[in-house]
């Protein structure tokens, strides 16, 4: 009798949980629902940034004061490009290399390398390549039969490419003696490689160096780097006059077959 009792006391325990469970899963339902997140290309111009920390935002200037051109805009673009001023200096007959000035920025004393800033939006990771083209050898526009600086040549040295992303660096470049008429490479990114933001930065802080100027009677410092350059030959007659060239800087996407 005291067996039978135990037998039917588990027996109505057992019961009693199964009615319990199933009155919970009664209650209980599930309904499968979806999250979505979609990117397109971006067309929107990427600002400078600080060359030597792309975290921050920078507003570069053109080392006579003047604003610098906008950027290209789509979504493969150059945001900036460093112009570049070898200051003013004495006629020589021997051979010289000058330096071009730092780069400045509005309304602050920060100066920095020279340098250009790329940015690839299209999420393809295709690659492109940047190249240089001077269109002409350095000229005067003053009237002169001295009016080519014949046999000037540029160079960009300790090539460095910058981002604050994550992704696979392009490489860099060094340039020495740009020949004008001819495209000449600056950077390549191979199919994988250089997404978002770049900068191709020539030289550091390390290689920035003062150097008194004088407008007038007025003693200025500017800061110039070692690392863009500008060699003269001694040979080469000068007048005294400014030379000036144009710089086109040219960024492309990789073939497809490349």
Do not use: C
């Amino acid at each position: 009798m005291y067996i039978k009792m135990i037998i039917f006391s588990l027996w109505l325990f057992l019961s009693l949980q199964f009615v319990l469970i199933g009155a919970a899963d009664d209650k209980t339902r599930a309904y499968r629902g979806n999250a979505e997140l979609t990117y397109t290309p971006s067309d929107t111009v990427s600002p400078p940034v600080n060359p030597e920390n792309p975290d921050v935002p920078a507003e570069p200037i053109n080392p006579d004061d003047t604003e610098p051109n906008k950027g290209t805009g789509g979504n493969l673009s150059i945001d900036f490009a460093s112009s570049f001023d070898f200051g003013m200096n004495e006629i020589s007959n021997k051979n010289q290399v000058y330096f071009a000035q730092a780069q400045r920025y509005y309304n602050s004393s920060l100066v920095t390398p020279n340098f250009i800033q790329i940015t690839d939006n299209r999420g393809t990771l295709k690659g492109w390549t940047l190249k240089v083209y001077e269109e002409k050898q350095f000229k005067t526009r003053k009237s002169s039969k001295y009016e080519e600086l014949k046999g000037a040549s540029l160079s960009f040295l300790k090539s460095t490419a910058v981002t604050n992303g994550d992704s696979k660096h392009p490489k860099p470049y060094e340039v020495i003696n740009l020949t004008p008429g001819v495209e000449t490479m600056i950077a390549q990114a191979e199919r994988g490689e250089g997404a978002g933001t770049w900068i191709i930065r020539w030289g550091g802080k390390e290689d920035l160096f003062k150097k008194e100027l004088f407008a007038g009677k007025e003693k200025l410092e500017k800061y110039f780097t070692t690392s863009v350059s500008l060699y003269v030959p001694g040979i080469t007659p000068k007048a005294p006059a400014d030379y000036r060239t144009k710089l086109t800087w040219i960024l492309s996407e990789l073939p497809d077959n490349q």
